[in-house]
């Protein structure tokens, strides 16, 4: 019983903290007009900025759809005007309370004859008109930033409803690099030394709002071998108690893949083993044996057994999402630099609501790392791995056949960043 007060006490007082944070963010933004402005692009110091990166193409898309979507607000409200009574033969209009979703409107012929009339003859007018139209509309689209791992970038506006796949393919074709299941688009956080590489099914705009507003957050596309290990190598975190499980061939593999994500429910590897934990508000860190459930992750307390009544629950999954961690050795003193940490995306600084976990090696801050994944995301991780996979093997044979044509030219069309 104390140790259910304990979690209920934690509970609410995580509650309470992070409804004040919302609560100050919803009152500053309502107060200042510069946090508005800045929710619009992400990577850039200001919107205007932003809009300069944008290709032309880009800019003359997201021209058409505020266009667009100006029109759709003056219609609506010129019909609530002729007809406030309501009647049958004109419905009113309805209104919606929450942000509406933006989608890129098919241009047809007559459609693009009118915008071109209408056109702005000069970038710095269009990004002009763009200004003054994103501050009328409350548009969840923002425009942002990927770094590359050549230091190059490339700049994109991405709708609410685009997922991370959507965007990985859209830098497929701006960086005319290989498509293969290995590359994420990844977030890094130097207040907090953490890196992330975000799941295919996620929606990219709503993790990247959760970013302050003069966060110093990056945004890579890169080439991440770990991302679907569990697929390519599923021997490692089903048999990682066996040597010899390094040795399997292909058949195998499947079977055990069919075994663990075929069936109704997702079965989660049986991984356990010592961790160091960070004690709250000091850099000093203890052992507990920690086992991972589909649930969370729970540890032995001292003086008790592995069986299930003993255990306490140190996280659950729900509202908290894993991130690597760099140079935690020197930064907290923990035993090695092979850290990972549990909290919840919108908290971007030091929080005692982090969770700090060290591991004794890489491996096993690789199993640590993505059997949380696979408890966390479950049949979603795998039908990620299955859209990738077929993505790939479509785009594999025209990038091979490209390439072959250009093997006697100096031109490569090799992937130019590093495979790790």
């Not at 850039?44 to 505020?66: G, R, T």
């Not at 956080?189 to 990247?208: K, S």
């Not at 009544?309 to 020197?330: A, G, M, P």
């Amino acid at each position: 019983m104390d140790d259910i007060d304990a979690m209920f006490s934690d509970l609410l007082g995580e509650m309470d903290h992070l409804s004040q944070s919302l609560t100050e963010a919803t009152v500053s933004s309502g107060e200042d007009a510069a946090p508005q402005e800045s929710s619009f692009s992400i990577g850039f110091n200001n919107l205007n900025e932003s809009l300069n990166e944008l290709e032309d193409h880009d800019l003359d898309a997201l021209m058409v759809d505020l266009e667009s979507k100006s029109t759709d607000q003056q219609s609506s409200t010129h019909n609530d005007t002729r007809n406030p009574t309501g009647n049958e033969t004109s419905p009113p209009a309805v209104y919606q309370e929450s942000e509406p979703v933006v989608t890129f409107p098919m241009i047809t012929t007559q459609s693009s004859r009118a915008v071109k009339m209408n056109e702005p003859q000069t970038k710095a007018d269009k990004i002009k008109v763009a200004l003054e139209k994103l501050k009328e509309a409350k548009v969840r689209k923002l425009i942002i930033k990927v770094l590359m791992s050549d230091n190059s970038s490339k700049t994109l506006m991405v709708d609410e409803r685009q997922t991370v796949r959507d965007v990985l393919d859209t830098l497929f074709e701006k960086t005319h690099c290989e498509n293969s299941i290995e590359w994420s688009l990844c977030e890094t956080n130097p207040d907090l030394q953490t890196e992330r590489a975000f799941e295919d099914h996620e929606c990219l705009v709503e993790p990247l709002s959760a970013w302050s507003r003069l966060s110093e957050n990056k945004l890579y596309f890169l080439s991440t071998p770990q991302k679907y290990m569990m697929f390519t190598e599923p021997q490692i975190f089903y048999m990682w108690k066996k040597k010899s499980s390094g040795d399997m061939n292909s058949q195998a593999k499947e079977l055990l893949i069919k075994e663990h994500f075929g069936g109704s429910t997702t079965i989660v590897p049986n991984l356990e083993g010592v961790l160091y934990l960070k004690e709250d508000g000091k850099k000093v860190w203890k052992p507990r044996y920690f086992m991972l459930r589909a649930s969370g992750i729970y540890y032995v307390p001292k003086g008790k057994t592995k069986s299930s009544t003993d255990l306490t629950c140190f996280v659950r999954f729900e509202k908290v999402n894993v991130y690597t961690t760099s140079s935690y050795k020197q930064k907290y003193r923990a035993p090695t630099d092979f850290c990972f940490l549990l909290k919840h995306p919108c908290i971007q600084k030091e929080s005692p609501y982090i969770k700090i976990l060290c591991c004794e090696d890489k491996h096993t801050l690789l199993l640590w790392v993505n059997s949380i994944r696979i408890a966390k995301y479950g049949a979603a991780l795998y039908k990620n791995y299955q859209a990738a996979v077929t993505r790939a093997s479509i785009l594999q044979i025209p990038y091979s056949a490209a390439n072959k044509e250009k093997s006697n030219s100096a031109t490569s069309l090799e992937s130019p960043y590093p495979s790790s």
